[in-house]
């Protein structure tokens, strides 16, 4: 299940978002090609990434901040930017250019705070912007939780885009962190997901002053969960369909 996109339409330039992503997208690029073999980069991650048994000594504290803008591999960097795109541009929005770019950071730290208390002595450093956009994802079902969000479902050979309301979306999300984080030992490295659910967690608590601002339950009766203003209509995107019962084939030889 992928997002793709959201049908809430932002009111202004998405200034901070663009930057945040200029910086992770940049960064990779230079410390991914600037150090010799992987040994070279083994210390660049050392030096900028978030060990929680370092924090818990008191070691290398700006870690908290330099972590958030450094990624495992294209991959890691490109879900986490699609999910910033998506989610952010509407936080950023109703928060203005500054506040965000704090709230941003704030969630960012207070995720890898969340991970180091799960594993307080564990040598496996942590790396990437995902509890900072947990946090952006968090706020964004506070204020906006019946936006609609068109997902990919992907099922072996069956492909649909389907519109969903945000709180199914990012509440199925939510809760796979906390299964996955109750199943896995972060003590051996993958997937952190107790910092994504304690960066979504304070996100949604960073955000409740907005709410309230807006006029708290009064502001979900009067847009009934949508975002206050229309929705972006997309044209109908198709997806090719997989036959299920493909035509018979020639034997041949065996590939990869």
């Given at each position: ?8 339409p ?50 290398a ?28 541009d ?32 564990s ?20 204020l ?35 299964l996955?984080?109750?199943?896995a ?6 997937v952190?997901?107790w ?7 304070i ?39 997989v ?8 034997p ?5």
């Amino acid at each position: 299940m992928f997002p793709l996109r959201d049908h809430n339409p932002s009111g202004r330039t998405p200034y901070v978002v663009y930057l945040l992503m200029a910086a992770n997208i940049l960064g990779y690029l230079w410390y991914s090609t600037s150090f010799p073999g992987d040994r070279g980069l083994a210390m660049f991650y050392g030096a900028f990434a978030a060990v929680p048994r370092e924090i818990m000594s008191g070691e290398a504290p700006l870690t908290l901040l330099t972590s958030m803008f450094i990624h495992g591999g294209v991959m890691h960097l490109a879900g986490n930017m699609l999910f910033l795109w998506i989610f952010g541009d509407n936080m950023e929005d109703e928060m203005g250019h500054l506040p965000f770019l704090l709230f941003y950071l704030v969630s960012g730290v207070g995720a890898t705070l969340a991970h180091v208390v799960s594993a307080p002595m564990s040598p496996v450093p942590l790396v990437g912007a995902s509890g900072a956009i947990a946090g952006v994802m968090g706020g964004y079902l506070l204020l906006f939780p019946k936006a609609r969000v068109d997902i990919l479902i992907i099922l072996i050979v069956f492909f649909r885009i389907i519109p969903v309301p945000a709180f199914v979306m990012l509440g199925l999300w939510l809760g796979m962190q906390f299964l996955g984080g109750l199943n896995a030992d972060p003590n051996l490295g993958g997937v952190a997901y107790w910092a994504h659910a304690g960066g979504f967690l304070i996100g949604l608590a960073l955000t409740l002053p907005l709410w309230l601002k807006r006029g708290g339950p009064r502001f979900w009766t009067r847009t009934a969960g949508h975002p206050p203003h229309p929705e972006t209509r997309y044209s109908v995107t198709r997806v090719p369909r997989v036959p299920r019962h493909p035509p018979a084939r020639r034997p041949g030889p065996w590939g990869k």
